[in-house]
T-cell receptor, first 113, second 112 residues
């Protein structure tokens, strides 16, 4: 079953611009994660945000979490060609069960030179 | 390198053959996951282990799929009597109590 759903499905922007991706989920959770996947490779963990946090930063990444709206956003500032990848949000199946991690279908980001 | 490793990286097989994939997790991680991913989709949960115990198996998995994690270390995923619909990337990940998943590079299966 799909817990998180990313929007948009695909995004193309010019190098140097900011990229914003959104994730909506269905059930209450205690944390949400974002991952990146380069074509044909495994996924790389980017950031984990807990339900008692509203915003978290890591380098050029900024993640927000709105538990009332059951949504999260990932902002990549000053994009680079190397940011071209698919980005996935991932959530536990429920608030009380954080063992099974479920992924959305992802946003495919393409940075144009 | 002490990351998650998967073997083989690529496997091409004929329909009806059996295949086995191996995953070596990060040594101190007690949870190990298997996911399947097809082109343009997100990873789909298959099964996971807490130490050597297989705690859940997705309904996506038919009886042709079996996974083991003897002694809570490496894990194997076997697919018997492969079908063309089994063609996918099989991803392994491990985690500790913090919850972040560390993925291997995946094993790509092509069934002819």
């Amino acid at each position: 079953s799909q817990q998180g759903e990313e929007d948009p499905q695909a995004l193309s922007i010019q190098e140097g611009e900011n990229a914003t991706m959104n994730c909506s989920y269905k059930t209450s959770i205690n944390n949400l994660q974002w991952y990146r996947q380069n074509s044909g490779r495994g996924l790389v963990h980017l950031i984990l945000i807990r339900s008692n946090e509203r915003e978290k930063h890591s380098g050029r990444l900024r993640v927000t979490l709105d538990t009332s709206k059951k949504s999260s956003s990932l902002l990549i500032t000053a994009s680079r060609a190397a940011d071209t990848a698919s980005y996935f949000c991932a959530t536990p199946r429920s608030m009380n069960r954080d063992d099974k991690i479920i992924f959305g279908k992802g946003t495919r980001l393409h940075i144009l030179p | 390198d002490t990351g998650v490793s998967q073997d083989p990286r690529h496997k091409i097989t004929k329909r009806g053959q059996n295949v086995t994939f191996r995953c070596d997790p990060i040594s101190e991680h007690n949870r190990l996951y298997w996911y399947r991913q097809t082109l343009g989709q997100g990873p789909e949960f298959l099964t996971y282990f807490q130490n050597e115990a297989q705690l859940e198996k997705s309904r996506l998995l038919s009886d042709r799929f079996s996974a083991e994690r003897p002694k809570g270390s490496f894990s194997t995923l076997e697919i018997q009597r492969t079908e063309q619909g089994d063609s996918a990337m099989y991803l392994c990940a491990s985690s500790s109590y913090t919850g972040e998943l560390f993925f291997g590079e995946g094993s790509r299966l092509t069934v002819l």
